[in-house]
C-alpha cells in the first residue's frame, strides 16, 4: 500500500497508472527496479514481471487528459434529460443544469453529476460558475438575454466532454 524506500504509493497506484496508460492504448509492465537491467531485459521478453495489456480502444488524448484530470474546479448537478443526452452523445445545455458547485473560470474542468453526487462525466465548461449559476435551468436561447453575452449555447460541448465508468 504505503510503497517501500524505493517505491512510493505501493501496487495501487501502479495499477491505477497501468489503467490510464491502457486508456490511450499503451501496454504496460510493472517490475522490480532491484532487477538487473529491468527495462532492458523486459524489451527483451524475460518474465520479469506483470504485463497489462490494453484491451480497450484508446481514447483521444484530449478526452484521456479529461478523464485523467485530477483538479476540478467545480460540478455541475444534472437531470436525468441531460444525462440520456450525455450518454447519447449530445453537448450539455444549462437547461439540463440543476445546480452548479464552486468558484470555476471558462475552460474550466468540471464533474457532471447525477442527483444523487455520482460523478458520470467531466469537460471543459464554457461559462465560469458565477454565469453557469444564471443560466441554469434556463434554454440556450435565453442565455444572452440573461447574461448580456453568449459565448457558447451549450454549456460543456460534446468535444470537451467525457463519460466516466
Request: net charge neutral; with cysteine; proline share 1%.
Amino acid at each position: 500500500d504505503a510503497g517501500t524506500g524505493i517505491s512510493k504509493g505501493g501496487m495501487i497506484i501502479k495499477v491505477r497508472a497501468a489503467q490510464r496508460a491502457a486508456r490511450s492504448g499503451a501496454h504496460t509492465c510493472i517490475a522490480s527496479g532491484r532487477e538487473t537491467d529491468a527495462l532492458l531485459r523486459v524489451t527483451a521478453g524475460d518474465d520479469i514481471g506483470t504485463l497489462l495489456y490494453a484491451t480497450s480502444t484508446p481514447l483521444a488524448a484530449r478526452k484521456q487528459w479529461l478523464a485523467d484530470h485530477l483538479q476540478l474546479a467545480g460540478s455541475l448537478t444534472l437531470d436525468d434529460g441531460a444525462i440520456d443526452a450525455l450518454k447519447a452523445g449530445k453537448s450539455l445545455l444549462a437547461i439540463g443544469v440543476t445546480a452548479v458547485d464552486g468558484e470555476f473560470s471558462r475552460g474550466s474542468v468540471v464533474a457532471c453529476k447525477t442527483r444523487d453526487g455520482k460523478e458520470i462525466a467531466r469537460g471543459l465548461v464554457n461559462y465560469a460558475g458565477n454565469d453557469s449559476r444564471r443560466i441554469a435551468r434556463h434554454a440556450s436561447s435565453e442565455i444572452e438575454e440573461l447574461l448580456g453575452f453568449i459565448e457558447e449555447p451549450e454549456l460543456i460541448h460534446r468535444d470537451n466532454l467525457v463519460l466516466l465508468g
